[in-house]
T-cell receptor, first 117, second 111 residues
């Protein structure tokens, strides 16, 4: 069982809707990530939060808005999406600090499959 | 810019056979990861390789890292159908701040 929990697992929305994807981890990790994955492609990094601060935004359109309320939670707010935004959205976490015991390994949630009509 | 390549991209093999998947990357890094993804599912961590010469084995899979050659291999021994999946290697240059995936190798093990 994954220790990174994502909700909802499936989401269908129209182009004028506003919805949110949620992610939660209880491993004490200090870095959290949003990735987007299209079919038959590798995951592509969207955002990185390190110690609850946005540290990387990979030129993602403003219709995607991340939020990190605390070190265990990560949200992705969606507004005015396009059909081409349909994809699997993966949340991940890692220890997030340099140091002897930090392997840098990413732990992924099950993903939220988004369909934009 | 960090680039990660995998070879082959598609692999169809018979049960019981051996094969190797290769992962090349473009810039210096000593942190490389292998993940498995089943269709419609998330990514499962297989191996974490953190130094030159690192070798890890789990069941029929063995991964190694040569940082001087910027090459990692994932060797499959006596393949079974359950190994059918897509395998991604990923390279990390900065503790998650630059974590780049290869394109993936789609493995199909035939009976």
């Amino acid at each position: 069982d994954t220790e990174v929990t994502q909700t909802p697992k499936h989401l269908v929305m129209g182009m004028t809707n506003k919805k949110s994807l949620k992610c939660e981890q209880h491993m004490g990790h200090r870095a959290m990530y949003w990735y987007k994955q299209k079919a038959k492609k590798p995951p592509e990094l969207m955002f990185v939060y390190s110690y609850e601060k946005l540290s990387i935004n990979e030129s993602v359109p403003s219709r995607f808005s991340p939020e990190c309320p605390n070190s265990s939670l990560l949200n992705l707010h969606l507004h005015a999406l396009q059909p081409e935004d349909s994809a699997l959205y993966l949340c991940a976490s890692s220890q997030g600090t340099s140091g002897f015991v930090n392997t840098g390994e990413l732990f992924f949630g099950e993903g939220s499959r988004l369909t934009v009509l | 810019e960090l680039k990660v390549e995998q070879n082959p991209l598609f692999l169809s093999m018979q049960e019981g056979k051996n094969y190797t998947i290769y992962c090349n990357y473009s810039t210096t890094s000593d942190r490389l990861y292998w993940y498995r993804q089943d269709p419609g599912k998330s990514l499962e961590s297989l191996f974490v390789l953190l130094s030159n010469g690192a070798v890890k084995q789990e069941g029929r899979l063995m991964a190694s890292l040569d940082t001087k050659a910027r090459l990692s291999t994932l060797h499959i021994t006596a393949a079974v159908h359950d190994l059918s999946a897509t395998y991604f290697c990923a390279v990390d240059k900065n503790y998650g701040q630059n974590f780049v995936f290869g394109p993936g190798t789609r493995l199909s093990v035939l009976p």
